[in-house]
């Protein structure tokens, strides 16, 4: 039976093992691709800070003279010396000097260090007549095998006795036995980790059935968000309603942070600000105002939602390693190229085994 375990956790490294490494190495690029970015060519996504942004009314008009193009979403930064983002409605996007509205710079999403290493890492990068991701399921069923192998790998150690005396790393061993040693004591250590970044990269793609594991888990029910129905009057965006609405919004949670700016595009839409209020892992919170008025129209507090929702809404902190500080993000760049590691030490022990 062992035997047989054996070959099976072999061949299904064979099969899914360039796709599990391609995982493993973009993601952990993904921990320090905003990074990489940003030092490799700072003159797209840095400014000089000074005292104070313009206000969004201001910035809005500025951008649009200069583009040509409405904005359909901003996305503000934290820190002073970084330009904000922005995507026009064309899809192009745009980097901007808030203190100033000029554009930095102009491009496409996919095409930045970022961009072009998060699509490989979610769908492969490849995209069908009608923008579909069909490759997005590839993706999650290699995390998917990646979870079993690394359960089945789990249960191949536990199974035998002296398990204990197998989770020491000999230096001074040859070099095939330190890799079965690092081989095996890596993954029993950090296999809890591993699954749930495994699990939570496939949450992002097959959403109900995670959904439904996390929801049994948690004995509860992850809430659906509100959404404030359409306006009827099919009226356009007014500038000063940018900053009526931002008002009314640091007034709804005066201590939430805002993360993006949806504008409205087509008739019936409304201004939405997504924030992120104290007690929340990322910005779930959300306020909607009229695009005429600036007055509020809908809000959703996320930080007093229930337990399930909560953890389904901690997936994508956890997930790219970004809720505990630099150490937890180093931590979770090493956890990453595991699967590259467990992947082709496997198969190294295969051809050794077989080469003679």
């Not at 690029?29 to 206000?55: G, H, N, R, T």
């Not at 492969?124 to 991701?133: C, F």
């Not at 439904?212 to 959404?227: H, L």
């Not at 700016?261 to 087509?266: D, E, G, M």
């Amino acid at each position: 039976m062992k035997l047989w375990l054996r070959r099976l956790h072999l061949v299904l490294a064979l099969i899914s093992g360039l796709f599990i490494t391609c995982l493993s190495v973009t993601g952990a690029l993904l921990v320090y691709a905003k990074d990489i970015q940003i030092l490799s060519q700072p003159d797209k996504w840095q400014v000089s800070s000074q005292d104070e942004v313009l206000p969004l009314s201001r910035l809005m008009s500025a951008v649009e003279t200069e583009t040509g193009q409405p904005f359909a979403m901003l996305m503000p930064e934290t820190d002073p010396q970084l330009a904000w983002q922005g995507k026009l409605a064309n899809d192009e996007y745009v980097s901007v000097n808030p203190y100033t509205g000029g554009v930095v710079y102009r491009y496409d999403y996919y095409t930045t260090i970022y961009g072009f290493t998060m699509a490989l890492h979610r769908w492969l990068l490849y995209e069908d007549g009608e923008k579909g991701k069909p490759l997005r399921n590839w993706v999650s069923i290699s995390a998917l095998v990646l979870i079993f192998e690394l359960l089945l790998g789990f249960y191949l150690w536990v199974k035998p006795k002296n398990r204990l005396k197998r989770l020491v790393i000999k230096r001074r061993a040859k070099l095939r036995i330190l890799m079965y040693q690092l081989h095996t004591v890596l993954g029993v250590y950090l296999l809890v980790p591993l699954l749930l970044i495994a699990f939570t990269g496939m949450a992002f793609n097959w959403k109900k059935p995670t959904q439904q594991v996390v929801e049994t888990i948690t004995f509860s029910e992850v809430e659906t968000r509100p959404v404030p129905a359409r306006l009827t009057a099919s009226e356009s965006l007014l500038p000063a309603a940018i900053d009526i609405a931002y008002g009314r919004a640091t007034t709804i949670f005066p201590d939430a942070g805002l993360f993006r700016i949806y504008f409205p595009l087509k008739a019936g839409e409304h201004i939405g600000f997504r924030m992120q209020n104290p007690g929340e892992s990322h910005a779930y919170s959300w306020v909607w105002a009229h695009p005429v008025t600036g007055q509020e129209t809908g809000r959703y507090d996320a930080s007093s939602a229930n337990v399930a929702t909560q953890v389904w809404n901690f997936k994508y902190k956890f997930h790219t390693g970004d809720f505990a500080g630099p150490l937890v993000q180093f931590l979770w760049f090493f956890v990453a190229l595991l699967p590259a590691f467990f992947t082709g030490s496997g198969i190294w022990f295969w051809y050794k085994r077989h080469d003679k």
